[in-house]
């Protein structure tokens, strides 16, 4: 069986089939690579499973709407499925099975022992209610039940879900299996077994990256940062903290800029308030669109996939981008920016904090047992900056980015799995 890879990305296509795309491209990178043959390159490209789902929810005025959810496993041969759920107008059944076979890789890069899932609703949370939210959810999840489970596929937050709906995604199992079951999902809030360290985990492991590939102090390095949600707002308070200066940041509600230096914490206490950086008054105003080109030492996309393009990625002026976000940039814009001579630690690497630690939290919720905020974070240093020296030192070894060497440890590592598995029947 050939696996079609598009060398190019043609426009009009949707931004989940452009998400594809990229993860076909990369894959297909890393299996010629590793010198893998046709068969094997297959199974690595089709997900093993993947479930389209109708949610009816029941509107506050007593409208009946019907949106689409997903569920994709891209594999399992690791171990149970894991991904995060995404709620987001403009999700798709592409886009859940590129962000799926990213988390295949992650887990195997970072040496976790899961495979790749992700799941989406087609909605925008924020013209939702609470009360239609919980519905939302309660239903979605009654949809996808017979895929996940503890041993099986173990979903998380993800763009616009949050510890909230994970609480309602752990009722809703444990109601239907007759008992608590807490490691069915992570990212829970603490009082129903989440761990200590992973809201911020995502965003700690952009730091940890951001730092060892800055190879020299923080100390007036200068940041822009694309989404300020559960990624974007802490990473920029935890690189202001170890001393960089956050000049610029946005949202989809805007962007701000400051040259002397964004006060993060003040800003993220007004995006509390009011719900976005618009209107942040001890900052400029700039055009949300031009964050990704601000003239800064350092970029971190936290938002959404195709944002940088080959279209703005010659006007990317950042030397280092790291991608707190999921598919930030295309392959043709990788290419620019490494011609360039700009360093990008890749997505599967710089956002694996958040996995790391929803692994660490269903390690405890699986022994009925909890560890310290040190305990945890200790961990995540440790396999992030072990993951990172090996990404590293093989991209040095053999001239590749740090996206190829990572890609090619991640799909070499789940290979071999299938390799030493063998195949059934
Ligand atoms: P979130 O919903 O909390 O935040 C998303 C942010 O992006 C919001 O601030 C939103 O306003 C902003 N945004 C949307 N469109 C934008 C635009 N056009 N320009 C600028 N900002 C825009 O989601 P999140 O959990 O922070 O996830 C962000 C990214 O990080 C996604 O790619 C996600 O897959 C990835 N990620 C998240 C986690 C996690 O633990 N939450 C882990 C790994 C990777």
């Known amino acids: 069986m050939t696996i079609m890879v598009p060398s190019k990305t043609p426009a009009l296509i949707s931004p989940g089939r452009q998400a594809l795309d990229s993860a076909l491209h990369q894959l297909h990178q890393a299996a010629g690579y590793l010198g893998l043959d046709d068969g094997l390159r297959a199974m690595l490209a089709t997900p093993r499973r993947s479930l389209t789902v109708s949610v009816p929810v029941r509107r506050e005025n007593g409208r009946l709407d019907v949106v689409q959810g ?3 496993q891209h594999n399992i041969s690791r171990g149970p499925a894991k991904g995060g759920i995404r709620f987001h107008p403009s999700t798709d059944l592409d886009e859940v099975t590129a962000l799926a076979m990213w988390m295949t890789w992650k887990c195997a890069l970072v040496g976790i022992p899961y495979g790749g899932a992700k799941g989406g609703v087609a909605v925008d949370p924020a013209t939702l209610t609470t009360r239609e939210l919980e519905r939302l959810t309660r239903r ?10 503890p041993e099986k596929d173990i979903p998380a937050p993800d763009v616009g879900t949050d510890e909230q709906t994970m609480a309602w995604i752990m009722d809703t199992y444990s109601v239907n299996a007759g008992y608590s079951v807490p490691g069915v999902v992570t990212g829970k809030p603490m009082t129903l077994g989440g761990s200590l360290g992973r809201a911020g985990a995502t965003s700690r492991g952009v730091q940890i990256a951001a730092l060892a590939a800055l190879g020299r ?3 007036g390095v200068t940041v822009a940062v694309q989404g300020f949600g559960k990624v974007g707002a802490l990473a920029a308070q935890y690189l202001a903290d170890a001393g960089c200066t956050v000049v610029a940041v946005s949202d989809a509600t805007g962007a701000v800029h400051a040259s002397s230096g964004l006060d993060v914490a003040a800003l993220r206490a007004w995006v509390t308030e009011s719900g976005g950086v618009h209107g942040y008054r001890d900052a400029d105003a700039m055009e949300r669109d031009e964050l990704v080109e601000q003239d800064v030492d350092l970029l971190v996309p936290a938002a959404l996939e195709n944002v940088i393009t ?3 990625a ?16 295309t392959p043709e814009a990788d290419e620019i920016l490494a011609a360039n001579g700009a360093t990008v630690v890749p997505d599967i690497l710089a956002n694996a904090g958040g996995v790391i630690v929803s692994y660490l939290e269903w390690v405890q919720n ?13 961990k995540l240093r440790d396999l992030m900056q072990s993951a ?3 990404v590293r030192s093989l991209a040095t070894d053999r001239g590749l980015t740090l996206r190829q060497a990572a890609h090619a440890i991640g799909v070499g590592r789940v290979a071999d799995a299938h390799r030493m598995r063998g195949l059934y029947p």
């Open 70 to 72: 997903f569920r994709v």
């Open 140 to 149: 979605y999840v009654n949809e996808i039940l017979p895929l996940i489970g």
């Open 217 to 219: 102090s923080p100390e």
């Open 366 to 378: 699986m022994q009925a047992y909890s560890w310290s905020a040190q305990e945890v974070e200790l």
């Open 388 to 390: 990172y020296d090996e």
């Open 310 to 312: 080959e279209a703005n």
């Open 314 to 329: 010659p006007r990317v002026r950042a030397r280092l981008i790291v991608e707190g976000a999921n598919g930030p940039t």
